[in-house]
């Protein structure tokens, strides 16, 4: 199994493979040691690992799991809050 080089963030997949596995060329993370990575495992729209070797979280695709394997891909850490979207526009409309 995968380790999680999230330093225990990441939720545990047991045996079950990952929806999506990015394999690229950095990928940020917001610990505390501020990592750099270059292997992201997504389940259930989570994040669900992350490692510094592109191929160490190949044990977490199955037949079903996007691979997307790009290495100039860089991925950013991002927060979405639709609350502040919808807002913004009630505040901005003109009907």
Known sequence: MAQNGLGGLARNLGDMPADVVFRVGRA??????????Q????SGGRIAAA???????????????????DPELVLYP???????TSCWRRATSTT
Not at 28 to 37: F, H, L, N
């Open 28 to 37: 940020y993370g917001m610990t505390a040691d501020r990592g750099v990575y």
């Open 39 to 42: 292997a992201v495992a997504v």
């Open 78 to 84: 991002a927060f979405a809050d639709t609350h502040t």
């Open 51 to 69: 490692e510094r070797s592109r191929d160490d979280l190949d044990s977490l695709i199955g037949p079903g799991t996007a691979v997307i394997d």
